[in-house]
Structures are given as C-alpha cells and as structure tokens.
C-alpha cells in the first residue's frame, strides 16, 4: 500500500525552530512536545500555552435549508443557538454510535461545524449522505483556515494586547470576528484543556506571524502531549478514546449535548431515545490508580477478576500528581474497581469529574 | 546523545555496565530523551530470574509507555528503588542515578558495543 505523504499546517517551520518533537497524527505531521509535556502541561494550567491545531477541519453549511441540514446531523438543537455562539454536539449514525464529535458554529448567514481531523472525509461523506433532499451547499473549506489556540489564565490578557475585539464581553462558548494583530480572526472562546482561552482561525498566511507574536507575548508553544493531558484532566471526550462508533454520546456521558425532543429528527434519534428508555449499555467513569501503576487506552477493567469495561484514557495527571483516567464500563458497576495493567490487578476508585476544575474570578 | 565507551547496548536501547559476573541495567540517553518526562518506573522483583529477550517491567512517560528487556540473562540481585519516588532520575541522569536493575549473570550474548549503537542510533534518525 502507497503511503500517504504526511500534511503539513503552515506552522510546520515554526514547530521545527522551536525544537518539536514532530510525529505523525491523523493523517499530518503535528508537534507533540516542545519542552517537555510536563512543563507545557503546567504552562496552560499557570500562565499561557499556544497550540497548533490547524488539523482540524471546518466545515461551511450554506443555502436555504443550512440550519436543517445541521439539525439533522448532529444531537445538539441548534436552532436555541444564538448568532456569535457556538454549541458542542456529538454526530451519531442511526444506531446511535458516534461519527464524531463537533463544534457548531451560528454565523449570520451559515454554519461552521468544526470536526476532528481524523474523521473529516467521513464527516463529510455522512452530511452529504443524509441531507440530499435539502437546499444546502456543504463546503470542506479546511484548507482555507489554520487555528490557533491561546490557552491558560494569561491568555485574555496576551490576546488583549493584540486585538481591539472586546474580549471582556465574550462570554464562554461566544464568538466575535474581528483582528489580532491585524490579521482577520475568528475569535472563539473554546478550548480542550479546562483553562480560560481562545481558539483563532485565521488565513493560513497569517499563522505564522500570528504564532511569533504570541509567543513573543510570553505564551508557550505546547504540544498535542500536553493538550491531551489536559483535556483528560477537564474530563472531556476524545473521539477514537471515549467516543466511537460502538457508543453512544449518551453512554460516554455527554448527554448535556443531546436534545432528544428537538424538533427536526436527527440521525439516531430514535435509537438514542430507546437508550435513554432502557438504559445504557455502558457508562463512562473518570477514576483515579490507587495502586501502584499509570492505567492505559485500552486496559482491561475487572471486578472480582472478571473484565467489566475498558479502560479509554489513563495518564499520570500533571496537575494532582496521581495516576486518572477514563474508562466504559458495565452500567452496574460500583465506584471500586481494578484496572489491568500489565496482567497486575491494580485496585481504582471511580470519582466525580472533571478531574480538574479552574478557579473562577 | 551520550553514549559512553565502557557499556555495552541493546538493540532496544538499554544499556548494560558489566562488573565482574553482576551486570547495571538502564535505558540510554537517547531513550529517554524519546519518551520524554518519565513518572513511573515498574520494577521486577528482587530474586526474579530473567532470561535475556524477558520484558521485566516498564518505563512511562506522561504520553508513552516503553517495555523494558533483559539485555542478558541472569538472577536479579537488585532493583533501583529510589526511582519509585524519584523516576525523573532516569531523564536526569540515565547512565548514573537512572539505573534500573543489577543482574548476577555470565551471559554477554547478542550485546551491541558502543560504536555499534551509535551506528544503529543514525540509522534509525
């Protein structure tokens, strides 16, 4: 088989300067770790940290069947979002399993659903497979963007600095566009890491620039190492881990996404509706290692010997300095449980999530 | 990277110090340096017997999880317990500090010299 070349963000020669380690994600070649995933780690969680994540891809819903068409796809009701707000949703097939996981985005005119890189032509091919019957124009114009995400407590004070966007007014989950440093940005207040911050799409021309004067800024160049520690700390999905095609939104816990009386049928809708009916097959848990012993994407979980679950993402959290992670297991499951690592039993304990919540001022 | 003359290496990156029939495992520079911050270290038990090609434990980082081999055979007499609260002297100073295990042992089969690491090291770059 032909091997793919790898992509590349216009970032590449950025990430290659400041000394990333490079490897291969999703299709493109993505910095995993500048310093060191600790260091970058601590840099979001205390100060700032910048990511690229021009991987991701954005998809245009435009015409005058735009807004049903979105409905139709994915769980959240989207007709509740106001123009500037951006909703989480899960995207399901019609069994309920999940195609991925995206971020919807209420232009005036259109929509932009933000999807994971590795499920892009996928994505893609599921929109354009159920909305056939509609007037709408589905537009992969991830090419045209590269994104940025400012991250961690300085980051409003960094960004403030380069923008007369009004930051102090753009609540959580809120977008304005505008400019940052004179370059046209959609500025969003998003983020995967449980910190105050920004993601920016920007015109690929502009990453560059726009890269060195925040770093210049004093924000850390922070790698895909770092973003997924943080994320797991803030308790939050990552499609391929928690989210796949074998479970549901509701099953890996993001059911605050789903609106299951919304108006216009959504794919699985029915299927999600009889779960929700008879129960979950599974359910997710954050628990913490008590044992000696870090538990690991697919690691058994067992009671009395017996394997109950799996385990979907495990770390030695930065932050609390212990061994936490995310696992599927059986709906009857107690908060007390073993993890298998290595073949070792090594006892868990189920516990609330996230794992890590900031400090509101 | 590192790889100093008097130890003898493996294909997957340990490295062994032999003094008399007692053999100092640890993992290279360069290993370290490819996982990244290491948090957690699993040792074998001392008494263990290993035979060379045994996975005997595991060195973590926060993103990645790399096996460890017995470089040779041989009884393991002991173990570096102060990496259990301290696993970032592997990063710090693998060659010294960072040592995982020592083996009694007479088995020198199959070890790779210094000069024949550094070759395999820039081939695999």
């Known amino acids: 088989m032909a091997e793919e070349a790898l992509k590349r963000t216009p970032l590449y020669d950025e990430h290659k300067e400041a000394g990333a380690r490079l490897v291969p994600f999703a299709g493109w070649e993505m910095p995993v770790q500048y310093e060191g995933v600790k260091a970058e780690h601590e840099a979001v969680r205390t100060r700032a940290g910048l990511f690229d994540v021009s991987h991701m891809g954005e998809v245009v819903f435009r015409g005058p ?61 599921h929109f354009r497979e159920h909305t056939g019957d509609l007037e709408v124009e589905i537009s992969d114009e ?47 207040r998003t983020g995967y890491t449980g ?17 060195c004067r925040l770093v210049e800024a004093g924000a850390a160049p922070a790698g895909l190492g ?7 700390e803030a308790g939050m999905c990552l499609y391929g ?38 129960g979950p097959r599974k359910k997710l848990v954050g628990f913490k290692v008590e044992g000696r012993g870090i538990a690991r994407h697919e690691h058994p979980v067992a009671v009395g010997g017996e394997t109950v679950g799996t385990v979907t993402s495990g770390t030695q959290s930065p932050t609390l300095g212990e061994a936490i992670g995310l696992a599927l297991v059986a709906p009857g499951v107690e908060d007390s449980f073993d993890v298998v690592i290595r073949d070792r039993l090594v006892p868990a304990r189920a516990v609330p999530l996230p794992f890590y919540k900031r400090e509101k001022e | 990277m590192s790889v100093p003359g008097d130890l003898q290496y493996t294909k997957s990156h340990e490295w062994v110090r032999v003094e008399g029939d007692v053999a100092t495992v640890g993992i290279t520079e360069h290993a370290q340096d490819e996982l990244g911050d290491v948090v957690f270290v699993e040792l074998p038990e001392q008494g263990a017997t290993l035979e060379a090609g045994d996975s005997f434990g595991a060195v973590e980082s926060v993103k990645a999880v790399s096996d460890l081999y017995a470089p040779v055979g041989g009884e393991v007499v002991e173990v570096n317990g ?44």
């Open chain 1, 65 to 125: 069947d735009a807004e049903r068409a979105v409905q139709r796809l994915v769980t959240r009701d989207v007709s509740r979002l106001e123009t500037g707000q951006v909703g989480y949703a899960a995207v399901c097939y019609e069994d309920g399993g999940t195609v991925d996981d995206v971020l919807v985005y209420k232009n005036p005119d259109d929509f932009l659903v933000v999807v994971n890189a590795a499920n892009r032509d996928k994505d893609v091919a």
């Open chain 1, 142 to 188: 991830s090419d045209d963007w590269a994104l940025l995400a400012l991250q961690g407590p300085e980051a409003a004070g960094i960004l403030g600095n380069l923008t007369d966007a009004d930051l102090t007014g753009l609540k959580y989950y809120r977008y304005v566009v505008g400019e940052v440093d004179g370059f046209y940005a959609v500025i969003s």
């Open chain 1, 195 to 211: 910190e105050d911050g920004f993601e920016l799409y920007v015109r690929p021309a502009a990453a560059a620039p726009l890269w």
């Open chain 1, 226 to 232: 770092a973003r997924d520690t943080l994320r797991l």
């Open chain 1, 241 to 278: 881990n928690e989210l796949d095609e074998e479970t549901t939104p509701l099953e890996a816990g993001i059911g605050f996404a789903v609106h299951l009386d919304k108006e216009e049928e959504f794919v699985g809708q029915g299927a999600l509706r009889r779960q929700k009916g008879e």
């Open chain 2, 82 to 125: 102060a990496l259990e609260n301290n696993p970032e002297k592997i990063n710090e100073d693998p060659y010294g500090e960072g040592w995982i295990l020592k083996l009694q042992t007479s088995d020198r089969a199959d070890l790779l010299s210094a000069a024949e690491y550094e070759k395999l090291l820039e081939e695999e770059s």
